[in-house]
Structure formats: C-alpha cells, structure tokens
C-alpha cells in the first residue's frame, strides 16, 4: 500500500511541472509573437512629421500694435507673434552677422513682403524657459534663468542659449491673418 501512495504524489508533481512547461512556452510564444508583430503594426502609425504637424490655428493680426508681442499656442507650444516697428525693422537689418552667436540674415526670420511680422516658438534654446519680451540689451527677449538675450527677431545674442528662438511652420492668409502650422507655400498663402 505504500506504493499506491507515492504513485499521486508523484503524479501531480508531474502534473505542476507540465502545467509550468506549458505556462513557460506559451509566454515564449506570445513574446515571439509580439516581437514579429511589432515592426508591422508600428509602420501603420503616422508618420512623425504628420503627428508634428498639428491642426493648425488661424491668428488675426489686425489688433496688434507696432511692438506688441502676442502669445499663442499651438499643439501645446508658445509661440510669440511680434509686430516689430519701422525702427526695429531697420535696427534687425542693420547686425553684422559677425555679432551673433547663430547667424541669421533678417530675411531669413521674417517672411517677404511681411519684414514687420515676426512669429517664433516661445521657449529658450537654453533650457526651455519662457524668455521676457521687450527686456534685455537687444530690444528682444531676455531669459530670466540664466541669462540668455535675443533680439527682436529672436536671433540668440548673448548666451548661454545656442541657438536662435525656432520658426514654426505658418503662412499668410492674407495681409492680417496668418496660419501656424501650416508651412511656406501651404493654401492660401499671400
């Protein structure tokens, strides 16, 4: 009778470790799955410059002054509307590329045919703060962080940011209402 009795145990012994082989390859089997399956089912996603891109926002220009930033947001971001005046135009005209930390012509920041409207993300290319309009020793920006100073086409002039304040893809819809978002040479551009 003794032997009866070892016979289950040894039995469902056999029994858990089958159950725990079955367990085992199942999961082997599921990450397997799952690790095929996934380049498939990531190319079905949007294209990241599709996801960048956002619904665009429409701004009327309209309502602001010569000097008057405005802030806006899109997807998220600020962004900084500036209508620059005839003496800011001239004076942004006027830096010698040799004076900044990243070059840019004043063509290349402002749209042609719009020199008095600039439009740019917000953020620091320091460290991401919220520069302070109309502050600073370059009629533009100043970070109140960590110092950086860009001028009033957002052109970095004194560090320790890198870079110039970004462009966002936007577009003129007419003489007073622009699109962000939406990039150069987009519908409706003027």
């Excluded at 725990?20 to 990450?31: D, E, R």
């Excluded at 840019?104 to 520069?131: E, I, M, S």
């Excluded at 970070?143 to 110039?164: K, L």
């Amino acid at each position: 009778m003794a032997n009866s009795t070892a016979a289950p145990a040894d039995a469902s012994h056999d029994g858990s470790r089958r159950d725990f082989l079955f367990l085992a390859t199942g999961a082997a089997v599921a990450v397997g799955v799952g690790a095929v399956a996934w380049p498939f089912v990531s190319s079905m996603a949007p294209d990241a410059d599709i996801i960048a891109a956002g619904a665009p926002i429409e701004v009327d220009l309209s309502p602001i002054q010569d000097g008057q930033i405005v802030n806006v947001f899109w997807r998220g971001k600020l962004i900084f509307v500036r209508k620059l005046t005839s003496k800011e135009v001239g004076d942004m005209k006027g830096v010698p590329l040799s004076a900044m930390i990243d070059p840019a012509a004043f063509g290349t920041r402002v749209k042609d045919g719009h020199d008095q409207w600039l439009v740019v993300y917000g953020n620091c290319t320091h460290l991401g703060c919220v520069p302070i309009g109309h502050q600073g020793n370059f009629e533009g920006w100043a970070c109140p962080c960590h110092g950086s100073q860009f001028d009033a086409v957002g052109r970095v002039r004194h560090g320790p940011a890198p870079i110039n304040l970004p462009i966002p893809p936007y577009a003129f819809q007419s003489d007073t209402k622009i699109r962000i978002g939406e990039p150069a040479g987009g519908k409706g551009e003027a």
